[in-house]
T-cell receptor, first 112, second 113 residues
Framework: GEDVEQSLFLSVREGDSSVINCTYT??????LYWYKQEPGAGLQLLTY?????DMKQDQRLTVLLNKKDKHLSLRIADTQTGDSAIYFC????????????FGSGTRLSIRP | KAGVTQTPRYLIKTRGQQVTLSCSPI?????VSWYQQTPGQGLQFLFE???????NKGNFPGRFSGRQFSNSRSEMNVSTLELGDSALYLC????????????FGQGTRLTVV
């Protein structure tokens, strides 16, 4: 079945790195995503990774995928106050790539 | 180019009424999917449409229905509203049959009283 799990909260100090973890169950997942949602806003796609990749880096963001353990992580380097938001891990499969299964979201708070 | 447009942004309805929400995808996009976001259940998949055909439906009662028009605009309808239908309804537009990038609208905040 399809299920995506992630921890609910993460607090980090400004300037430190944030690492948000996620596990998924569907081995046929083709695309794995990280979305950001700020209060009162819709969803913003931060980055995505194909299931045949191990890592993807995009400026301050690094995504690591361990396909064997079905584990995905998002690292945000030099975390800033503007990074405060809820981060959703999500998956979809090629045969139905517009059906996205989301995790419950991790609320990232930044302390000074 | 214009993003995904959802109308209305906010809506208040009473129990038992029905509601229709609209989503206009990005020009040229033919895939649209809908999601319900609530504090208790998180983001849940409702429907997926491609070229006017529903390809997938989530685990929601028959009171939830949708359709897609030839111009790719999509509507969803909820009949006999219940308090638990209060949620943010998000629409996503995709480049083709799906693909790597989903562009989300701002959502419609539905409150059922």
């Amino acid at each position: 079945g399809e299920d995506v799990e992630q921890s609910l909260f993460l607090s980090v100090r400004e300037g430190d790195s944030s690492v948000i973890n996620c596990t998924y169950t569907d081995s046929s997942s083709t695309y794995l995503y990280w979305y950001k949602q700020e209060p009162g806003a819709g969803l913003q796609l931060l980055t995505y990774i194909f299931s045949n990749m191990d890592m993807k880096q995009d400026q301050r963001l690094t995504v690591l995928l361990n396909k064997k353990d079905k584990h995905l992580s998002l690292r945000i380097a030099d975390t800033q106050t503007g990074d405060s938001a809820i981060y959703f891990c999500a998956e979809s499969v090629y045969s139905s790539a517009s059906k996205i299964i989301f995790g419950s979201g991790t609320r990232l708070s930044i302390r000074p | 180019k214009a993003g995904v447009t959802q109308t209305p942004r906010y809506l208040i309805k009473t129990r038992g009424q029905q509601v229709t929400l609209s989503c206009s995808p990005i020009s040229g996009h033919r895939s649209v999917s809908w999601y319900q976001q609530t504090p208790g259940q998180g983001l849940q998949f409702l429907f997926e449409y491609f070229s006017e055909t529903q390809r997938n439906k989530g685990n929601f009662p028959g009171r939830f229905s949708g359709r897609q028009f030839s111009n790719s605009r999509s509507e969803m309808n909820v009949s006999t509203l219940e308090l638990g239908d209060s949620a943010l309804y998000l629409c996503a537009s995709f480049t083709d049959r799906g693909g790597t990038e989903a562009f989300f609208g701002q959502g419609t905040r539905l409150t059922v009283v």
